[in-house]
C-alpha cells in the first residue's frame, strides 16, 4: 500500500534509524524513541521488531544495491557515509535521508544495502 511519506529529519546525529521508522509508519520520532526505549544508534533487530509490530515486514535477505534501479518501491537503507554507517529510506523513487533530506539519488556514500519493506 502506497502512502505520502512525510520527511523527518533525524534528531540528533544518533537518531537515523528512529527517523527512518517515523516515516515509514507516520509515527512521531519521539514516540519511536520512547517504544523502543532507545535514543541512541538502532540495531537492525529493533528496527524488523518495530516494523512487524505495526504490520510491516523489513524482508530478509539484505542485499547490495549499485544504483537507485537496484531498489524496490519500498525499503530500508544501509549506507556506508564518509562518517559512519547510517539508516536511510528509500519510498517509491524518492530518497529520504534523515541527514540530509529528500534526495533523487543516495547520498555520498561507499557501499549501499537494503532490506525491501511490504506491509
Request: charged share 30%.
Amino acid at each position: 500500500m502506497k502512502r505520502e511519506i512525510i520527511f523527518v529529519h533525524e534528531p540528533n546525529d544518533l537518531q537515523c534509524g528512529q527517523a527512518v521508522l517515523a516515516m515509514i509508519t507516520g509515527t512521531d520520532v519521539g514516540d519511536v524513541c520512547r517504544e523502543l526505549g532507545n535514543d541512541r544508534e538502532t540495531r537492525l533487530s529493533e528496527m524488523k521488531s518495530y516494523l512487524a509490530r505495526r504490520g510491516y515486514i523489513m524482508q530478509d535477505p539484505r542485499r547490495e544495491a549499485s544504483c537507485r534501479d537496484d531498489l524496490p518501491p519500498l525499503c530500508v537503507l544501509s549506507l556506508e557515509t564518509p562518517r559512519c554507517w547510517h539508516w536511510s529510506l528509500y519510498a517509491y523513487g524518492t530518497f529520504y535521508d534523515p541527514e540530509h533530506g529528500v534526495l533523487d539519488d543516495f547520498p555520498d556514500c561507499r557501499r549501499k544495502y537494503y532490506w525491501e519493506v511490504k506491509l
